[in-house]
Nanobody, 129 residues
Framework: EVQLVESGGGLVQPGGSLRLSCAVS????????IGWFRQAPGKEREGVSC????????SYADSVKGRFTISMDNAKNTIYLQMNSLKPEDTAVYYC??????????????????????WGQGTQVTVSS
């Protein structure tokens, strides 16, 4: 069974940094794509960043390029999202997700907003002074 548990959210001032973690179990990174998504109140969920564990291809939403970095640590079975230069508009619940097969293929082609099947419970990130 695929399981994902996010942590690391919190309250940060504009311009600050946070690192989100997603502890995973039940699958091998080499066969899966992983992604970070976010949903703000009243808005649709959006793909923030995705990465294929097969070949390391990454993609980022335009709104976070140059500020956020996705990574994975195979030894720790953990996915990270390093978020720098945070803005109030980054405020949202952040979710990690994982999937294999067609979704991994899409992520390897640079598509992040794919229909991932496994999700974590989410962690709140609030950027405010």
């Amino acid at each position: 069974e695929v399981q994902l548990v996010e942590s690391g959210g919190g309250l940060v001032q504009p311009g600050g940094s946070l690192r989100l973690s997603c502890a995973v179990s039940g699958f091998s990174f080499s066969d899966y794509a992983i992604g970070w998504f976010r949903q703000a109140p009243g808005k649709e969920r959006e793909g923030v960043s995705c990465m294929s564990g097969t070949d390391g291809v990454t993609s980022y939403a335009d709104s976070v390029k140059g500020r956020f970095t996705i990574s994975m640590d195979n030894a720790k079975n953990t996915i990270y999202l390093q978020m720098n230069s945070l803005k109030p508009e980054d405020t949202a619940v952040y979710y990690c997700a994982a999937d294999s097969g067609p979704v991994n293929t899409l992520v390897r082609l640079g598509v992040c907003n794919a229909n991932f099947r496994s999700w974590g419970q989410g962690t709140q990130v609030t950027v405010s002074s």
